[in-house]
């Protein structure tokens, strides 16, 4: 199954009032040799697949990639999928940012890993596309 769609948006706040600022990923990117992690919620023990296509544009981190059915968190990553779960989230380190009233400007990141959650914490972080699900009978 490969599914893409927008992991981190740029300029908008999330829940906690983090605003990660254009750019933020670009050199954690140019450092990266191997392929980012997908996980179910954040659990390194649930990885589902690899997101291999990661970049930013102007509106924020897009990611696609493949579920891996071999992978322990795969199961479970379609069956949210297939059941309408459409949040993405990232898991990063911040390397440069600044505190704001209302939360952080976020103007550099060690991405880590993307992940499909249920309840995103920026709300507009979703899949765009999700090809080759299988719904059950």
């Not at 750019?23 to 392929?35: E, K, Q, T």
């Not at 023990?45 to 296509?53: D, P």
């Not at 924020?60 to 379609?78: H, K, N, Q, T, Y």
């Not at 550099?108 to 765009?128: D, F, G, K, N, W």
């Amino acid at each position: 199954m490969t599914i893409e769609g927008y992991a981190s948006l740029f300029g908008l706040a999330d829940q906690m009032g983090d605003v990660v600022r254009a750019g933020a990923f670009a050199a954690s990117l140019r450092r990266r040799v191997a392929s980012v992690p997908m996980l179910v919620e954040h659990e390194q023990r649930l990885q589902a697949g690899e997101w291999t296509g990661v970049f930013e544009d102007a509106r924020g981190l897009f990611v696609s990639g493949a579920i891996r059915d071999e992978l322990p968190g795969a199961a479970r990553a379609r069956r949210m999928i297939a059941r309408g779960v459409d949040g993405l989230s990232i898991g990063f380190v911040p390397l440069v940012a600044h505190r704001t009233p209302l939360g952080r400007a976020i103007e550099q990141i060690e991405l880590l890993e993307v992940s499909i959650v249920t309840h995103p914490m920026q709300p507009q972080a979703r899949l765009a596309l999700a090809r080759g699900l299988a719904r059950a009978a």
